[in-house]
């Protein structure tokens, strides 16, 4: 790290001294600009949280009434001695980068990002800078994602196999993001509803009421007999694979929807019978395009393994360094 350096890591997350605010801080800062909903960014216990405007909702719904500052995509806003600006990201609804500018250095931290269509939030927006600090969740060559529309007809195709044998399809995935956009890539494939677990229905109207087109759902607690689930899909949490909740099911297929399917070894541990690769991070082809399009002369990486990345990187003349932070990007 460089005396200069607009970010610095300190033992409650990633600082900027010149604006004296903190990125997604994982302890109580005074100041915090939070990139997303999800909960290893966004804690409660700071004094005052900047976000995006499109994610305010989700902000308010994780967290509470809390003292926000909501941001337009775009607008310029001054911390300390440093002008900054929140840019789009396409990892969930709200996702944003942070642009940090002091006049002589323009610093981007991407916070969690993905290239690829998603119906559900804003694309992501490549920002030019002199330093770009990128997740690295996924980064070896190993990841390269399919279209996600073909992974919606085949969750449907799967729904219509379980059916054929008197079998519910309940497929596991983050209740934050995830379900609302395997919704959204269903509704172009079925007009059939999809029941939910009760973790996902919440963060599912709080999309509906952001405007975001998704197929009907219903809500497993209010089904009448056990008899209704042959043939139906069911949307659930990781956290309820292998729980009481999974008992109101007289037979189960299950799969899980998640960037690291791509290995097919991850399906057979967990013991899933399905697996379907749909991620809300970059694959490795999109952290390279996405590094060349930022123009960045200097990439630091966190969130995940970056030898490779920082390697091949090295390789091409820039100057790489990483951040270890301990925090690992999960909901993937």
């Excluded at 010149?18 to 909903?37: K, L, S």
Aim: glycine letters at 8%; one cysteine or more; charged letters at 25%.
């Amino acid at each position: 790290m460089q005396p200069d350096d607009l970010i610095v890591v300190r033992p409650q997350g990633l600082y900027c001294p010149a604006g004296d605010f903190y990125i997604d801080p994982w302890q109580p800062v005074a100041t915090a600009i939070v990139t997303h909903g999800h909960a290893d960014h966004a804690r409660v216990g700071m004094g005052t949280y900047h976000g995006s405007e499109e994610g305010l909702p989700i902000l308010r719904w994780r967290l509470g009434e809390q003292a926000y500052r909501s941001h337009a995509y775009g607008e310029a806003f001054d911390l300390g001695r440093v002008r900054v600006s929140l840019h789009p990201a396409g990892h969930v609804l709200g996702s944003a980068q942070v642009r940090i500018e002091d006049g002589d250095h323009v610093w981007v931290v991407s916070g969690d990002y993905k290239r690829q269509h998603d119906p559900t939030c804003s694309a992501f927006e490549p920002v030019p800078c002199s330093t770009f600090i990128t997740e690295s969740t996924f980064a070896l060559p190993i990841y390269r994602w399919p279209d996600t529309a073909q992974v919606a007809a085949e969750i449907v195709e799967w729904r219509e196999h379980c059916a054929a044998r008197g079998e519910t399809a309940v497929l596991f995935c983050y209740a934050l993001g995830k379900a609302q956009r395997i919704l959204a890539e269903l509704a172009k494939h079925s007009s059939r509803p999809v029941w939910v677990h009760g973790a996902i229905a919440s963060g599912v109207d709080v999309y509906r009421q952001a405007g975001v087109a998704m197929a009907d759902t219903e809500l497993v607690a209010d089904a009448k007999s056990r008899d209704e689930w042959a043939g139906e899909l069911v949307l659930a949490p990781p956290s309820a694979a292998g729980s009481a909740w999974m008992r109101r099911f007289r037979r189960v297929q299950t799969g899980f929807a998640s960037g690291w399917m791509r290995i097919r070894g991850n399906r057979r541990r967990r013991n899933f019978d399905r697996g379907f690769v749909i991620s809300d991070h970059a694959d490795w082809p999109a952290l390279l395009q996405t590094i060349d399009d930022s123009r960045a002369e200097r990439v630091i990486a966190h969130h995940g393994r970056s030898e490779a990345l920082l390697r091949v990187l090295a390789e091409r003349g820039l100057r790489v360094d990483r951040f270890d932070t301990g925090v690992e990007g999960e909901r993937a």
